[in-house]
């Protein structure tokens, strides 16, 4: 139980372009996802919180009109990163908050690659 | 500032060696920690966790400890096996608060 799935694994997009990311709970609610964000060899980053339903909470210095953040069913979060630079390109993964927490469950991740 | 003190960076250890990973914190409201482990292109998955109030949790080969008082925890893996190479992220976290902590991981690699 608990898993949580993204799509896609993988996506490779032009500069300036725009890129749709999808975080789903397959068997439970998720009233809180969360993003997150990972660079080669480094931990992850927490990018923003999201609750269904609401607007989503940013990190410090992440800008929310680069990456907006729409969290609009308790199974459905999706990430999309707008006008997209290859500095842009990074490991991101999502979480959801099951009924049942802790723990977290993390989906598989979606490597960006922005040429 | 990262909340969560993690060391070694990478570690190797041969097969059927233990694998120790460290981790301090300083927020003393923290009242959950668990441990991920990653592999390469994968998004983190449990492990094993625990809360305050337990010195020290095992789970098959994976023991954590815990030291409330010098705000440290520990992983050790048993009988480390090249299955077990991967990066091992612990965490920390308020639990009303959802938001986790991370360390900044530790690579392990097991030599056959």
């Known amino acids: 139980g608990a898993v949580v799935s993204q799509h896609p694994s993988r996506v490779i997009c032009k500069s300036g372009t725009s890129v749709k990311i999808e975080c789903r709970s397959l068997?439970?609610?998720?009233?809180?996802m969360f993003w997150y964000r990972q660079f080669p060899k480094q931990s992850l980053m927490l990018m923003a919180t999201?609750?269904?339903?609401?607007?989503?909470?940013?990190e410090q210095g992440v800008e929310k009109d680069k990456f907006l953040i729409n969290h609009a069913s308790l199974t459905l979060s999706t990430l999309t990163v707008t006008s997209a630079h290859p500095e842009d390109s990074s490991f991101y993964i999502c979480?959801?908050?099951?009924?049942?927490?802790?723990?977290?469950?993390f989906g598989n991740g979606t490597r960006l690659t922005v040429t | 500032q990262q909340q969560v003190k993690q060391s070694p960076q990478s570690l190797i250890v041969q097969k059927g060696g233990i694998s120790i990973i460290n981790c301090a914190y300083e927020?003393?409201?923290?009242?959950?920690f668990p441990w991920y482990q990653q592999f390469p292109g994968k998004g983190p998955a449990l492990l094993i966790a625990?809360?305050?109030?337990?010195s020290e949790k095992k789970e098959g080969r994976f023991t954590i400890s815990f030291n409330k008082s010098a705000k440290q925890f520990s992983l050790h893996i048993m009988d480390s096996q090249p299955g077990d190479s991967a990066t091992y992220f612990c965490?920390?976290?308020?639990?009303?608060?959802?938001?986790?902590?991370f360390g900044a991981g530790t690579t392990v690699t097991v030599r056959a």
């Open positions: 979480s959801a908050r099951a009924p049942r927490y802790p723990p977290l469950h």
């Open positions: 625990i809360r305050p109030d337990v």
């Open positions: 068997d439970f609610q998720a009233t809180t």
């Open positions: 927020n003393t409201a923290f009242d959950y």
């Open positions: 999201s609750n269904e339903g609401s607007k989503a909470t940013y």
């Open positions: 965490a920390a976290t308020v639990t009303n608060d959802y938001k986790l902590s």
